[in-house]
């Protein structure tokens, strides 16, 4: 069993990262042109280096924020289980940002990334190093299967789709991956 967690929720760092990108997906509803200001962009990168961050914190539909924090939600609680608070978000937050650079150095030149799928790429690969055998079911196949596979093979499903940053992917994948080996050989805290 789990130990509950009885802060209030503006406490919990992993629904304070839920609700700002939720908050910043309202805010940034009706004005197309600040989703592009806040993304990232490969061409304008160099005088724009912030938008490594924020486009982490925005999404371009309802369908893009809700199934990322729905993800975030499911990795986030468990590799907070597993490996703390404080781990949990500078694997994020490394994720995200190494997701954004793989972008900025692989993605084509004028596309806009946002999105904070390499940060929740970083989360899943770290499990499935950390938990690899841990079995889940990823809707709509029913079968259970060993979290590894559901993060690997999901991860390539979802990036070969159109109009997906598949290099933020990656990026965020191998940073969670890289992170998880050295937190598993006790050569790295966060």
Known sequence: MYPRDNRPVWQNPLFVLIGVNVLIYILTMGAPSLVVQLGIMPAAFLSEPWTAVTSMFVHGSLTHVLFNMLALFFFGSYLTQTVGERTMLGIYFIGGIVGSL?????????AVAVGASGAIFALGGALAVLRPMTRVIIFPIPIPMPLW????????????????????????????IGTALFISRGKLRL
């Open 102 to 110: 793989f972008f900025w150095l692989l993605g084509p030149a004028y």
């Open 149 to 176: 596979i559901a993060v690997i093979g999901g991860g390539l499903l979802i990036s070969l789709m159109p109009g997906i940053a598949w290099e933020a992917h990656l990026g965020g994948l191998l940073t969670g």
